[in-house]
């Protein structure tokens, strides 16, 4: 019973007024509220950026971006320049830029729920796909769109209940997303010849639709493990962010604000971490979004990616357990050596390309003095930036020793009820769709190659150097 309501229901949003845009992002655009097709839209980007890149190929095809040393190839490829990602921009220093736009600029432009609240997911898919700041008028209108694709088929539920209810909540979610792949529209088309300059059109209908449908797959392995199965349904008056929170049976007006907050900021970090370069690379050899998606939350499923939220509030949790939630300064130092002594790291601090303070954790902890300042887990996560960050840099082991978003997502989540750890990655994959799915649209609409780097032996790599000596 529970599963047919849900079927049915569908999204509304409800959006606050459209701020005014600063002068430092003047080249953005907000659009006259007729056009209100995001699809449109696209249609009319589409063939000046096919220009634009065709362009960019033929003049400067052989400019080099930089050197590429041992060290790159032997760790992880860090710094080494190789994907092109439109939809996000991450620097070192000031952190992620969303078209062009910093977290707060976005909070600043993108509509929101109510006056000053925090934006809307769908405000910031509109912005990733166009490059514009849409309007109140163009994120209803999106909504609306996404009410009308929220619909997952019965058999995607059953495959989930295939599994035991034991299974970790990332392979559960995963294995609805792959369910959904039998409805590919891009499959169908390919499988019926269509022509390479349309890939576009059935990847934009699938990626529209997985990401409607993602948070009520999500949903359903959280009340399936932790709420006795109980499942309910979307809210017709609740935005995507509101209905996410309220589908998992959280309520209250602060948590469906976190909720908006937490899914925009996650939802894309350029293209070179994990689960977004394994979506571009599994696409790359014309993978519908569903199969390329579940690639990439198999990815986010990592320790050293997505799993790492889950890790920070489960290590938090036994400070308290063994300190106590009053644990002074001193206590917490020595909890960190003992920690790192162990031959563990801090769950999160460090990031792979930033070397400052991530400003996704900044934004959180200012909703956190915004919202629960009292919160004792906060206060031990506000010490925490003050003790570890010397620390680790005393290690000297560290390149950034500051905090990522992981080091507090886990602390709010937790305050407004939200406490099972297990489940905190599956949303950090809800929201990386819309990032995904973004970029995903825009390779197919560039007709982006299928990704073949080049790979070489330990042997290969010691000749080389001998010669090169």
Same mark, same amino acid.
């Given at each position: 019973?529970?599963?047919?309501?849900?079927?049915?229901?569908?999204?509304?949003?409800?959006?606050?007024?459209?701020?005014?845009?600063?002068?430092?992002?003047?080249?953005?655009?907000?659009?006259?509220?007729?056009?209100?097709?995001?699809?449109?839209?696209?249609?009319?980007?589409?063939?000046?950026?096919?220009?634009?890149?065709?362009?960019?190929?033929?003049?400067?095809?052989?400019?080099?971006?930089?050197?590429?040393?041992?060290?790159?190839?032997?760790?992880?490829?860090?710094?080494?320049?190789?994907?092109?990602?439109?939809?996000?921009?991450?620097?070192?220093?000031?952190?992620?830029?969303?078209?062009?736009?910093?977290?707060?600029?976005?909070?600043?432009?993108?509509?929101?729920?109510?006056?000053?609240?925090?934006?809307?997911?769908?405000?910031?898919?509109?912005?990733?796909?166009?490059?514009?700041?849409?309007?109140?008028?163009?994120?209803?209108?999106?909504?609306?769109?996404?009410?009308?694709?929220?619909?997952?088929?019965?058999?995607?539920?059953?495959?989930?209940?295939?599994?035991?209810?034991?299974?970790?909540?990332?392979?559960?979610?995963?294995?609805?997303?792959?369910?959904?792949?039998?409805?590919?529209?891009?499959?169908?088309?390919?499988?019926?010849?269509?022509?390479?300059?349309?890939?576009?059109?059935?990847?934009?209908?699938?990626?529209?639709?997985?990401?409607?449908?993602?948070?009520?797959?999500?949903?359903?392995?959280?009340?399936?493990?932790?709420?006795?199965?109980?499942?309910?349904?979307?809210?017709?008056?609740?935005?995507?962010?509101?209905?996410?929170?309220?589908?998992?049976?959280?309520?209250?007006?602060?948590?469906?604000?976190?909720?908006? /907050?937490?899914?925009?900021?996650?939802?894309?970090?350029?293209?070179? &971490? *994990?689960? $977004? %370069?394994? @979506?571009? =690379?599994?696409?790359?050899?014309?993978?519908?979004?569903?199969?390329?998606?579940?690639?990439?939350?198999?990815?986010?499923?990592?320790?050293?990616?997505?799993?790492?939220?889950?890790?920070?509030?489960?290590?938090?949790?036994?400070?308290?357990?063994?300190?106590?939630?009053?644990?002074?300064?001193?206590?917490?130092?020595?909890?960190?050596?003992?920690?790192?002594?162990?031959?563990?790291?801090?769950?999160?601090?460090?990031?792979?390309?930033?070397?400052?303070?991530?400003?996704?954790?900044?934004?959180?902890?200012?909703?956190?003095?915004?919202?629960?300042?009292?919160?004792?887990?906060?206060?031990?996560?506000?010490?925490?930036?003050?003790?570890?960050?010397?620390? /680790?840099?005393?290690?000297?082991?560290?390149?950034?020793?500051?905090? &990522? *978003?992981? $080091? %507090?997502? @886990?602390? =709010?989540?937790?305050?407004?009820?939200?406490?099972?750890?297990?489940?905190?990655?599956?949303?950090?994959?809800?929201?990386?769709?819309?990032?995904?799915?973004?970029?995903?649209?825009?390779?197919?609409?560039?007709?982006?190659?299928?990704?073949?780097?080049?790979?070489?032996?330990?042997?290969?790599?010691?000749?080389?150097?001998?010669?090169?000596?």
């Amino acid at each position: 019973m529970f599963r047919s309501v849900s079927l049915l229901s569908k999204l509304r949003s409800r959006l606050g007024q459209q701020p005014s845009l600063k002068d430092s992002v003047r080249w953005l655009q907000i659009q006259s509220s007729s056009d209100l097709d995001l699809r449109t839209q696209l249609e009319e980007l589409i063939p000046e950026q096919q220009e634009r890149l065709k362009k960019l190929k033929a003049e400067h095809g052989k400019v080099q971006l930089g050197n590429i040393t041992v060290d790159m190839v032997l760790g992880g490829m860090r710094g080494m320049t190789g994907l092109l990602w439109q939809t996000s921009l991450l620097d070192p220093d000031e952190g992620i830029r969303f078209r062009g736009l910093t977290i707060p600029e976005c909070q600043k432009v993108l509509p929101a729920a109510k006056p000053e609240g925090e934006p809307l997911p769908e405000g910031l898919l509109w912005l990733l796909l166009t490059g514009k700041v849409p309007s109140k008028e163009q994120v209803d209108a999106l909504s609306k769109e996404l009410r009308s694709r929220a619909v997952v088929p019965d058999f995607v539920y059953k495959a989930i209940d295939a599994l035991p209810v034991t299974a970790h909540p990332m392979t559960q979610f995963a294995t609805g997303v792959m369910a959904l792949q039998v409805h590919s529209e891009f499959q169908k088309a390919y499988e019926k010849g269509i022509h390479k300059s349309k890939y576009w059109e059935p990847t934009y209908e699938d990626s529209l639709n997985l990401i409607a449908r993602v948070p009520l797959v999500a949903a359903y392995v959280y009340r399936r493990i932790y709420k006795d199965g109980q499942v309910i349904p979307l809210d017709d008056s609740l935005d995507y962010g509101a209905n996410f929170s309220h589908m998992l049976g959280f309520d209250s007006p602060k948590m469906l604000e976190l909720m908006r /907050l937490y899914v925009t900021i996650h939802s894309d970090h350029e293209g070179g &971490n *994990v689960s $977004a %370069h394994t @979506g571009h =690379l599994v696409a790359s050899a014309l993978s519908d979004p569903y199969l390329s998606f579940a690639a990439a939350l198999n990815g986010l499923a990592g320790p050293l990616h997505g799993l790492a939220n889950q890790e920070v509030l489960l290590w938090i949790k036994s400070v308290v357990d063994e300190c106590g939630e009053n644990i002074t300064v001193d206590q917490l130092k020595e909890y960190v050596w003992k920690t790192l002594k162990g031959g563990k790291v801090v769950p999160g601090f460090g990031h792979g390309v930033l070397r400052k303070t991530d400003p996704r954790y900044t934004c959180q902890r200012e909703f956190a003095l915004k919202h629960l300042p009292d919160d004792p887990l906060f206060q031990l996560v506000s010490k925490l930036y003050e003790v570890v960050p010397p620390i /680790l840099t005393e290690l000297g082991k560290v390149k950034n020793p500051w905090p &990522n *978003v992981d $080091a %507090h997502s @886990g602390v =709010l989540l937790n305050h407004f009820g939200l406490t099972e750890a297990r489940y905190f990655t599956v949303l950090f994959g809800v929201s990386r769709s819309i990032g995904i799915c973004s970029q995903l649209i825009w390779d197919r609409a560039l007709g982006l190659p299928l990704e073949r780097p080049k790979s070489v032996t330990m042997e290969w790599l010691e000749n080389y150097c001998k010669k090169a000596a």
